[in-house]
């Protein structure tokens, strides 16, 4: 058997922009038209679309498919022949006809792959190659795409051929395949009018953030991902912060951390009771108080040093937390 297979590049072929490959006695059975396939091209491999399948070559010698990507065909048959219809009908090269139909990133990406063959920068290189040399040297084995990401002001490409003639480095090609995957969410919309939200939230133990969650729902018309919930009323961030390991997901101080501390124990929200002046004026709790032990820690103030300073949190992300662990106080 042999398949017809389009490069997602333009190659010069007298007759038809497909080449022509056989397909190894193992994927007989998985190999079928819309199927993205790894072949080689001179002394490359690259991703290829399978447009057909067929028993006889149309030329006399044929190289082997490398292996699948993907059995699930990313184009069905009848977009393939749309796709050969737009290249006819308006002479736009076949590979770009079927990429305008494959949905977004499900092209495979060749990439570079740089290999340090060193462990230290000779002193004499030009400076963008000495920068991408100490790169790999300190992070190992990388990506161009990653290096490029890494030396926003470098040519990545002059340095690494330069790397590679002196022998610096090793180059080498990979495919990464395609990242997109279905995506599933979970989506909410509120089912109950207002009325007969406090016979329901009677009684549970997170009434506030419940009561919290249920008025931002009812302010979307639409369903709503349960991610776009999470941030809104806090709680993500609340466990993204890892304030959630002490002071617990019902904020009532017995996180699975809480219990290997001794005093003071992790403070428990659902009392709100609050023991830091923070700013001074003769009051504990605050907005401005929490603030400060949120952001300083405890210690500052003559608590206990673990509740650590929160230096990477913004100061919106604070006043998230803090209005997120008062909906605890009951
Ligand atoms: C490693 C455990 C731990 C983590 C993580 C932690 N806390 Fe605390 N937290 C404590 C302890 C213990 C206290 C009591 C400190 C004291 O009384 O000296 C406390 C006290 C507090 C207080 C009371 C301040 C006051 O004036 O009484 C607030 C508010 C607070 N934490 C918020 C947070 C927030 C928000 C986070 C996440 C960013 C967080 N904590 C993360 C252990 C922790």
Not at 70 to 93: C, I, K, Q, Y
Not at 270 to 277: C, L, Q, R, V
């Amino acid at each position: 058997m042999y398949a017809q297979v389009l490069v997602f590049r333009p190659i010069r072929l007298r007759h038809s922009p497909l080449l022509d490959y056989r397909v190894p006695e193992s994927l007989t059975s998985v190999l079928r038209s819309g199927v993205l396939v790894v072949v080689p091209l001179r002394t490359q491999v690259l991703p290829g679309l399978v447009m057909g399948l067929s028993d006889t070559p149309s030329v006399p010698k044929t190289r082997d498919i490398v292996r699948v990507l993907d059995p699930e065909p990313v184009l069905g048959e009848r977009l393939l022949e749309l796709a050969r219809w737009m290249s006819r009908e308006t002479l736009a090269p076949l590979h770009r006809c079927v990429q305008v139909m494959l949905p977004p990133g499900m092209r495979p990406k060749a990439f570079l792959r740089l290999v340090p063959r060193v462990d230290h920068v000779p002193p004499d290189l030009p400076l963008p190659a000495a920068a991408l040399l100490q790169l790999l040297v300190d992070r190992g084995t990388l990506r161009d795409d990653q290096a490029r990401a890494a030396l926003r002001n470098v040519d990545v490409r002059r340095a690494r051929q330069y790397l590679k003639r002196k022998g610096y480095i090793d180059v080498a090609r990979i495919l990464r395949m395609p990242g997109v995957r279905v995506k599933q969410v979970q989506v909410v919309q509120l089912a109950v009018e207002r009325s007969a939200w406090d016979a329901g939230l009677v009684g549970l133990q997170r009434r506030q953030l419940y009561g919290s969650v249920l008025a931002f729902l009812e302010q979307e018309a639409d369903l709503v991902e349960v991610s776009v919930v999470r941030a809104e009323t806090g709680i993500e961030l609340f466990a993204r912060a890892g304030c959630i390991y002490c002071h617990g997901k019902n904020g009532d101080g017995r996180g699975p951390v809480a219990a290997a501390i001794v005093k003071p124990k992790p403070r428990d929200f659902t009392a709100a009771e609050f023991k830091f002046d923070a700013d001074d004026n003769g009051s504990t709790g605050s907005d401005a108080d929490l603030l400060q032990v949120i952001q300083r820690g405890a210690l500052t103030f003559g608590g206990s040093a673990i509740m650590m300073p929160n230096p990477a949190l913004s100061e919106d992300e604070i006043k998230t937390l803090i209005a997120f662990l008062r909906r605890f106080e009951q």
